[in-house]
């Protein structure tokens, strides 16, 4: 992976890694990609893994992530899925360890400052899901989710484009809600009125 990594640069591209376990996370940082797709444990490959077992492959280190911070390399969370999933009484065992794993990785994320881009591992969805059970599971706040959502990652997909912020000289790309979703975060599922570039999108 170094060296795909190495002629990727080169070629002035950047490199997204899959993972699953923090094993995956250790090589993806250690090989200095640019982002990394999942957040370890998103869906541990046991059916029904011991509190034990996910504790040990999940859990993201400090070093790890304080090189993730140093190095500028960005995480998708991709955990709405299972957490919505963890809600399953035959979920009980992994349910036990999961959220306590996910907390750690954010928290210990968060510390070192590696951004965390919202983003969901369903293909026939966008990540509304994933941005709606980060915070009804606490696991970030409605504030942390929506600077997430609306600024960090479009401005990851999009570098060199103005978007993401209410500034001179940025895009007008704006959503109409109901309501202040730092109050009740779910009116983001309400939106009244879509412009691109200042231009009403009609949705019939």
């Known amino acids: 992976m ?24 250790h090589e993806a940082v250690a090989a200095g990609v640019n982002q990394i797709a999942h957040m370890p444990g998103f869906w541990p490959s046991d059916a029904q ?3 034990k077992k996910v504790s040990e492959r999940c859990r993201i280190s400090e070093a790890d992530a304080q090189f993730a911070g140093k190095r500028h390399i960005q995480v998708t969370s991709t955990l709405g899925e299972r957490l919505e999933s963890l809600r399953d009484p035959r979920m009980k065992d992994a349910a036990g360890a999961l959220p306590g794993v996910y907390r750690n990785n954010l928290s210990v994320l ?4 590696v951004e965390v881009l919202i ?7 966008n990540s509304q899901g994933e941005a709606l059970e980060l915070v009804r599971s606490g696991l970030m ?3 942390e989710v929506l600077h997430a959502w ?8 999009f ?22 979703p730092l109050a009740n975060f779910a009116v983001v599922k309400d939106v009244k009125m879509r412009f691109k570039r200042g231009v009403e999108i009609k949705v019939h």
């Open 159 to 180: 570098p060199d484009r103005k978007i993401g912020k209410i500034k001179n000289g940025y895009e007008a790309n704006l959503m109409l809600l109901p309501s202040n």
């Open 2 to 25: 170094p060296l795909i990594v190495q002629k990727a640069k080169l070629a002035v591209l950047r490199v997204a890694v899959h993972v699953e376990s923090a094993a995956d996370f």
């Open 110 to 113: 968060r510390k070192h400052r």
């Open 119 to 125: 983003g969901s591992d369903q293909f026939f969805s």
């Open 49 to 51: 893994p011991s509190q």
């Open 150 to 157: 609306c600024e960090v990652t479009p401005h990851a997909i």
């Open 141 to 143: 706040s409605a504030q």
